[in-house]
């Protein structure tokens, strides 16, 4: 239990202000009595014991009215203090002192609160608290252990509101739920109040949300049987392409047999025509190289390859001879490059020599040259003309070394002299330097006392002008420090810093219930806001859900003609995606048939150009034969010109017989006309009657015996030129079958084929036409349903969305069920920022009024300081008068002294001028003199430089010379011109010897290349058997591949293989079609699944599961707290 002890009060109400009017009231145990007249301070003390407790004012005071009176007390501010001791729940020693200033303005009184400390004492040392870190008021209610509606309405209850137990009801209520704390049953009344209305809000929602909820778990039950089905449908689907593929296999594995047997054919075809090629080609070859050589070589292999070793065995020698000459060559070559390289190098010597030697003759006229010279210099005599010996060089050494000494003794004398006089000459110069530096020296001395003397008259000058002054300021420092003290004193008493500390304190105490105004209306607002906020959510989804309906509209506006155009009716999601399904396999089955056509179209127009190449080649290859048949005939009729050849080659030959069996007839006719002297005819035995006519028939004979050889020869080669052409014409007879092969045969029948292709892809090209315009008729409208299903897609997920808001706009509604509000945003803002106003009027009240306390202490701190200072300076300034005698008698000596060291410093000048002059005079004289001494010295050196210069080229010049004498250089010179002429004979035979090899090189080179051209002969006899027996491999292999070709059954083959093809595209067609209807279930079943794991959908059992579990335990909380609030309800009721 707590208990008061003491309290001291002091510049409250009529309690004085001065430290002698406090008073100390001690209280007793159990029970204190104050006893006294009206006005005694009976009230003030209890007024006091209330405001130390609680930091409330009596009523009707803001605070100023409960200080003591600064107009009673005549002062500007007045302090209030209030000091209880008391004694805490725990019995613990607690000190709490509140302090007040009020201060008076000229109109108002300002109020202000000090600032607040509480003591304790813990073992023994005092613990003070302050109001700036912790609030007084609760600290107090604290330790003494009673609210504060007790101490305000039962302990220290003011005398005027004594009667509160006979106020109204409400009043008297409110005081009596404060004194027993029944606020706190209230809080728990309305907080249990509140609970139980959110908890069934709470379970209105809950089943609105159950409600779609158990949609939601429906739904996804049923897509969970869609799938299963869908599995089911997958697995026998994927049965049946599992059995289509096992039957494709073997089938497949049998048409790459068959085809591989007719590529086997096609390379064993395309070989024979190569074979055939080849052998053409080789025949050919065979024909040029026989026509290229000039005769064949008759004889055996054996023999031909012998001739061709042995052949070959001489060229190589020739070869390896060539070789040795080209070594020999090479090694006469390098010789002859030694020769010329040692040849050079000889050159190169003798040519260094030969300068040398001249460049010695040049040195020993040089030398002669510089002793003329160096001797007409000197006066020396026998020294006019060269060439000079050894003797007269050594003379003239001599004699120069003489002159050079006598030269440089005559220059040291002359030395010397010119250095005692300038001695002379610096001994009267340093010794009036000297008499001149002490004087200089004494006059910097006195200068420098000068100077000081100077600086001490000035400043002791400067003092007495300071204070002469002095005596009139110190007049003035007294009038303006009793100016300074009046208005100290006239500030002091005009500051009113109390009263507006007083009023300070009551505008902060109006602050602070402004603030609390201010949290009250935030909370209210905060209130109102949170059931805005959800009238404002109700309006948002409301309006969504418009917007939704509005988009579901549009959807379906825009896709309605379209859609019912292709359905026949506006379908769901499912429906148009079994429909797009339907129409895809549609267009997969239209893009395998038009793939079929487009290949068979591509096999035609390969199949097409086959023929066309092929008959191309058939017709070049019969012009070929036609030109060339022409080339040889002259004419298309190969027959008759054939016969007609014969012919004349028949008549030829007799011809040739003929002529031939003349030759020997009309020799043996003019061997007996001649010989036997026959004078009748060998052949009608006529009589010749004279010799004229015998010797005109043997001449006649003898002219026709000349002219048959030429025609037995013309005649034969006109028979060989028409038996060639013969055997080119009968060469040419299987051409000619072939061009009638091709003409009546070949060439018909390729252009038939070619025909039948053209009519077969004109039909194709068709079909695909008709396939394409089917394709493009059903892709722009499955192009056209993927567009609309998008949009159903947006269509159905905008419906669940939709329910979705519709539940949410159920569950807002519940929370709104029930609430009616008073008073809107508008109201409580207004209010808000009209206390918000006078709280900033009351801040800036408080700022103001602390200015003013801060300026008005300012002002006063500032006229105290300058007092101080005036009185400072008057004190100073009366010192200083009482040295002004002293400074005026230093004055007199410093002037003094100065005067004494002017005349000094002026002497020292005087006596230093003649010195100067003096000096600069002695200075003049000794450079005159040290410059004629540097030009004699100057002359002799550059005499005798140059002597010993010409003396030193003399020198150098002899020891070339004897340097050359020495190393031999002419027998050198000598050695190296014989070994020249040796290189030089030796490098002439070396190229005779060249110009032979050469001759020979060119002999042998002209054999190798006539026994290149034998052996190129030989070569082309072994080529050409070579090539003869290859062209009979050629045919033996051309006819093992036509016996091979011709076991295999081709036309039984390429019947299997279309029929296989036909049965294979069958399958694969049944293929894809199942593989089409198994990728349809895999979509579904991903799109299936893909709903499954939508938000609404995932979990959805456990969610209405969950939610049914929290609607049920909400229900039974409920009424739990329903049972409470009933319960506590009627304890409070049983305490009133």
Known sequence: ?????????????????????????????????????????????????????????????????????????????????????????????????????????????????????????????????????????????????????????????????????????????????????ATRYIKALETLRQVRQTQGQKVKECQTELKYLKQNKEKACEIRDQITSKEAQLISSKEIVKSYENELDPLKNRLKEIEQNLSK?????????????????????????????EKVFQGTDEQLNDLYHNHQRTVREKERRLIDCQRELEKLNKESRLLNQEKSELLVEQGRLQLQADRHQEHIRARDSLIQSLATQLELDGFERGPFSERHIKNFHKLVRERQEKETEIANQMMNDFAEKETMKQKQIDEIRDKKTGLGRIIELKSEILSKKQNELRNVKYELQQLEGSSDRILELDQELSKAERELSKAEKNSNVEALKTEVISLQSEKADLDRTLRKLDQEMEQINHHTTTRTQMEMLTKDKSDKDEQIRKIKSRH???????????????????????KSKEINQTRDRLAKLNKELASAEQNKNHLNNELKRKEEQLSSYEDKLFDVCGSQDFESDLDRLKEEIEKSSKQRAMLAGATAVYSQFITQLTDENQSCCPVCQRVFQTEAELQEVISDLQSKLRLAPDKLKSTESELKKKEKRRDEMLGLVPMRQSIIDLKEKEIPELRNKLQNVNRDIQRLKNDIEEQETLLGTIMPEEESAKVCLTDVTIMERFQMELKDVERKIAQQAAKLQGLDLGRTVQQVNQEKQEKQHKLDTVSSKIELNRKLIQDQQEQIQHLKSTTNELKSEKLQISTNLQRRQQLEEQTVELSTEVQSLFREIKDAKEQLSPLETTLEKF??????????????????????????????????????????????????????????????????????????????????????????????????????????????????????????????????????????????????????????????????????????????????????????????????????????????????????
């Open 560 to 582: 309605s003609d379209e859609l019912t155009s292709l359905l026949g009716y506006f379908p769901n999601k499912k429906q148009l995606e079994d429909w797009l399904h339907s």
């Open 923 to 1136: 200075q003049q004289e000794k450079e005159e003199l040290i410059n004629k001494k540097n030009a004699s010295n100057k002359i002799a050196q550059d005499k005798m430089n140059d002597i010993k210069e010409k003396v030193k080229n003399i020198h150098g010049y002899m020891k070339d010379i004897e340097n050359y004498i020495q190393d031999g250089k002419d027998d050198y010179k000598k050695q190296k011109e014989n070994e020249l002429n040796k290189v030089i004979a030796q490098l002439s035979e070396c190229d005779k010897h060249k110009e032979n090899i050469n001759k020979e090189m060119g002999i042998m080179r002209q054999d190798i290349d006539t026994q290149k051209i034998q052996e190129r002969w030989l070569q082309d006899n072994l080529t050409l058997r070579k090539r003869n027996e290859e062209l009979k491999e050629v045919e033996e292999e051309r006819k093992q591949h036509l016996k091979e070709m011709g076991q295999m059954q081709v036309l039984q083959m390429k019947n299997d293989h279309q029929k296989l093809e036909e049965k294979i595209d069958n399958i694969k067609r049944n293929h894809s079609l199942a593989i089409g209807r198994q990728k349809g279930y895999e979509e579904e079943i991903i799109h299936f699944k893909r709903e499954l794991r939508e938000p609404q959908f995932r979990d959805a059992e456990e969610k209405y599961r969950e939610m049914m579990i929290v609607m049920r335990t909400t229900e039974l909380v409920n009424k739990d707290l329903d049972i409470y609030y009933k319960t506590l309800d009627h304890r409070s009721s049983c305490n009133w």
């Open 1 to 181: 239990m707590s208990r008061i002890e003491k309290m001291s009060i002091l510049g409250v109400r009529s309690f004085g202000i001065e430290d002698k009017d406090k008073q100390i009231i001690t209280f007793f145990s159990p029970l204190t009595i104050l006893v006294g007249p009206n006005g005694a301070g009976k009230t003030t003390i209890i007024e006091c014991l209330k405001y130390i407790c609680t930091g409330d004012f009596p009523p009707g005071t803001k605070g100023n009215t409960f200080v003591h009176d600064p107009k009673v007390a005549q002062e500007t501010d007045v302090r209030a203090q209030i000091r209880l001791q008391f004694r805490d729940v725990n019995g613990e020693l607690i000190a709490v002192q509140r302090s007040m200033v009020c201060t008076q303005k000229s109109k108002k009184t300002e109020f202000k609160t000090l600032e607040g400390v509480i003591t304790r004492t813990k073992h023994g040392e005092k613990v003070s608290l302050s109001s700036k870190c912790a609030e007084i008021d609760r600290e107090m209610i604290s330790s003494l252990g009673v609210s504060k509606s007790v101490l305000n309405n039962v302990i220290f209850c003011h005398q005027e509101d004594s009667n509160w137990p006979l106020s109204e009801g409400k009043a008297l209520k409110q005081k009596f739920d404060e004194i027993f704390s």
């Open 265 to 293: 054919i096609m390379r064993l075809d395309n070989e024979i025509k190569a074979l055939d090629s080849r052998k053409k080609q080789m025949e050919k070859d065979n024909s040029e190289l026989e026509q290229k050589m």
